[in-house]
Nanobody
């Protein structure tokens, strides 16, 4: 069974940086893509960044373009999200997710079968 475990969250001041990690275990192949989502209190979960596993093609939400970078270390089965120039509005619980098929748009949570437990990111002004 696939398990995803995020780490790397924390509290930083605006303008700071963090790198989130998502360690995947139990992966037997066949998954199409992975993504980072975030959810702030009282808001819906939103897609932040997305990567296709075979081609490493990436897609970003407009709100994070130029500031966040998603990457994958296949040897370590680990997904990363490098975040720079953080803003208070980036404060949220961040989740990694795995998408087994090319169904739904990348921001649609229905397409993801596996989710991590989340890691909190708090950015103060």
């Amino acid at each position: 069974q696939v398990q995803l475990l995020e780490s790397g969250g924390g509290s930083v001041q605006a303008g700071g940086s963090l790198r989130l990690s998502c360690a995947a275990s139990g992966v037997t192949g066949g998954s199409v893509s992975m993504a980072w989502f975030r959810q702030a209190p009282g808001k819906e979960r939103e897609g932040v960044a997305y990567i296709l596993l075979k081609s490493s093609i990436t897609v970003y939400a407009d709100s994070v373009k130029g500031r966040f970078t998603i990457s994958l270390d296949n040897g370590k089965n680990t997904l990363y999200l490098q975040m720079v120039s953080l803003k208070p509005e980036d404060t949220a619980m961040y989740y990694c997710a795995m998408k087994p098929q090319a169904l739904y748009s990348w921001t649609d949570i229905r397409g993801y079968n596996y989710w991590g437990q989340g890691t909190q990111v708090t950015v103060s002004s």
